[in-house]
Structure formats: structure tokens, C-alpha cells
T-cell receptor, first 111, second 115 residues
Framework: GQQLNQSPQSMFIQEGEDVSMNCTSSSIFNTWLWYKQDPGEGPVLLIA?????ELTSNGRLTAQFGITRKDSFLNISASIPSDVGIYFC???????????FGTGTRLQVTL | NAGVMQNPRHLVRRRGQEARLRCSPM?????VYWYRQLPEEGLKFMVYLQKENIIDESGMPKERFSAEFPKEGPSILRIQQVVRGDSAAYFCASSPELAAYNEQFFGPGTRLTVL
């Protein structure tokens, strides 16, 4: 089945630093979604990407859909304490009936 | 995830009891998805439903688990004769009729603990 691997698995950064994380797949995806999950809550959609090579921003977040369609990247600029959480990439299956989620990147921000 | 409602938020059951988890999708959404998340892991798809129909249940265990999305009322995920391994967070997501872009919006989840 499709698998999504995220790296790094966890990150400890200082407030104000920029963050980069990526997601790679063993197969091609036509859509990439990036979610953030706070402790005890459900995932919240941050950015959706629909086209290979696409670069999309949402405030301090920027995500890119890799040219090969097998990877995606998420960058967070000037991190703040509320950026703490787990970031998941996700993509739909060919049938579009379900999302495959990545393994997650846990972000910790220190003051 | 504003709009997708799940209840209860926390549920404790003893082994052998039944667990019923409810999900009300966002207004105007007729597609519902259930996912399970074990500690320190990503979400795993269980079942996809439209009103009164199960479309894809490939991720749901064949025994003890069932799901429905009636014409009226919330979607229900039912787990019969729960075991300790069923302890997890269960999330519901919904998408609009024309889910061309595969965007799913998640509820806050139900955390099931089996004693």
C-alpha cells in the first residue's frame, strides 16, 4: 500500500527560527495536504496542493508539491510557541475515498 | 476543524462492553470518514460513508466494528465487545458533495479507553 514517510521525526527549535520538514512517498500523489494536530485535538488543514511544482503559502507557512509528485515540503518561517504540535502530510488514494497520513513531525518551540 | 462535531470526547469502557461514537459532519457535507489514531502514530483510515451507504470499509476490522450514516442524524461508529487494543483516538472527517479536491475536515475526536 501507499506509505508516506516524514522527516525529521521531531524537531526542537528556538522561537524565531525557520523550520523545514518533508514528506516522501513510495508512489505518486495527485494532491498533497498538510495538517497540524494539537494535543488532544483533531488535525486541522493548513495547506492543500494540487499541481506538481506548485508553491502555496498560508501566512508564515509555505508548502511545495514536488516535481516528481512523490514528495512535498513544508516550511514555517519565524516560528512562535503556538506552532508547537504534530505536522502530518496526507494524500488521497487513487479512489479518493480515503487519506493516507504520514508518520508525522513533532515540533517543539523553546523561548 | 470547526463544524465537525464528535461525542463523546472521552469514553471509558470495560472489556466486553460496547462503544458507540457519534459524528455530525459540517453543514452541507454528505461524506463522512472515520480514522483511528494510536498513540504516537498517524491516522489510519477505517471507513467512508455517504448518506445511508457504506462506500469503502477496507480499513475497518471485519469483526466487532460497524458504521452507519443514516438519512437523519449523525454517523455512528460502533465497536462491540471492546478489547484493550481498541483503545485509541477515533476521528471523524467530512467533505462536501463535490469533493473534487479531497479536502477533509476533522472533528476533535473521541478518545476511547478500554479497561
Amino acid at each position: 500500500g501507499q506509505q508516506l514517510n516524514q522527516s525529521p521525526q521531531s524537531m526542537f527549535i528556538q522561537e524565531g527560527e525557520d523550520v523545514s520538514m518533508n514528506c516522501t512517498s513510495s508512489s505518486i500523489f495527485n494532491t498533497w495536504l498538510w495538517y497540524k494536530q494539537d494535543p488532544g485535538e483533531g488535525p486541522v488543514l493548513l495547506i492543500a496542493l494540487y499541481k506538481a511544482g506548485e508553491l502555496t503559502s498560508n501566512g508564515r507557512l509555505t508548502a511545495q508539491f514536488g516535481i516528481t509528485r512523490k514528495d512535498s515540503f513544508l516550511n514555517i518561517s519565524a516560528s512562535i510557541p503556538s506552532d508547537v504540535g504534530i505536522y502530518f502530510c496526507a494524500g488521497p488514494t487513487r479512489t479518493a475515498s480515503k487519506l493516507t497520513f504520514g508518520t508525522g513531525t513533532r515540533l517543539q518551540v523553546t523561548l | 476543524n470547526a463544524g465537525v462535531m464528535q461525542n463523546p470526547r472521552h469514553l471509558v469502557r470495560r472489556r466486553g462492553q460496547e462503544a458507540r461514537l457519534r459524528c455530525s459532519p459540517m453543514k452541507g457535507h454528505s461524506h463522512v470518514y472515520w480514522y483511528r489514531q494510536l498513540p504516537e502514530e498517524g491516522l489510519k483510515f477505517m471507513v467512508y460513508l455517504q448518506k445511508e451507504n457504506i462506500i469503502d470499509e477496507s480499513g475497518m476490522p471485519k469483526e466487532r466494528f460497524s458504521a452507519e450514516f443514516p438519512k437523519e442524524g449523525p454517523s455512528i461508529l460502533r465497536i462491540q465487545q471492546v478489547v484493550r487494543g481498541d483503545s485509541a483516538a477515533y476521528f471523524c472527517a467530512s467533505s462536501p458533495e463535490l469533493a473534487a479536491y479531497n479536502e477533509q475536515f476533522f472533528g476533535p475526536g473521541t478518545r476511547l479507553t478500554v479497561l
